[in-house]
């Protein structure tokens, strides 16, 4: 009953988001929506922003497990993208409120996620010293996140698809480069 209940709060959250802004939508306009009453609302989440939290980590969850074993950059990030056109506004209503920094940190979760599995499933990884090894995701993540960012403050006017698999084909193997160079840069170190 519990997760039904919490499954219609985000569902009515969800449809509000995509009418108006994060801002403007009221804890008794979604209990009215799914026909519940505030206390129970409260019994699931703090506020409407610990809702949003929760919204964006099921979404990084789904997205992680369904890229389980990514191949490219591009079909995890794909998938995210999929969400993002799904609820076009609510998106844009999130990139245009207070909760902005929520965006940023679903798009960094989900764009770290991708690349560490990529570069986790190179043999060279494993050489390369775990310093480098995050510099080396974070700078990924950071360029892939920062592009999603920029596509939704343009208005996500451009295939996002086309977009992220353009980027796939231009930077196809410069992980693997990078960690080889990670690789090799350990080697002199211990010289």
Excluded at 126 to 138: A, G, N, S
Aim: proline content about 2%; some cysteine.
């Amino acid at each position: 009953m519990a997760q039904f209940t919490k499954k219609a709060i985000v569902e009515a959250f969800l449809e509000l988001l995509n009418e108006k802004p994060l801002d403007k939508i009221t804890v008794k306009e979604i209990v009215d929506s799914c026909g519940i009453n505030r206390n129970t609302f409260y019994y699931h989440f703090e506020d409407i922003r610990a809702l949003l939290t929760f919204v964006i980590d099921g979404e990084v969850e789904r997205v992680a497990a369904k890229n389980a074993d990514v191949q490219s950059l591009e079909e995890g990030f794909i998938e995210a993208a999929r969400f993002a056109l799904s609820n076009k506004r609510a998106i844009y209503h999130i990139y245009n409120s207070v909760s902005r920094e929520e965006l940023e940190r679903y798009l960094n979760s989900i764009a770290q996620e991708v690349v560490r599995r990529l570069a986790e499933g190179l043999s060279v990884t494993r050489d390369v010293p775990e310093p480098d090894r995050e510099l080396i995701i974070d700078f990924y993540k950071c360029g892939l996140s920062g592009m999603v960012m920029a596509w939704v403050g343009e208005g996500m006017k451009a295939d996002p698809e086309q977009m992220i698999r353009s980027l796939g084909a231009l930077l196809k193997g410069s992980i693997a480069s990078a960690m080889e160079k990670g690789r090799q840069r350990a080697g002199r170190k211990k010289q």
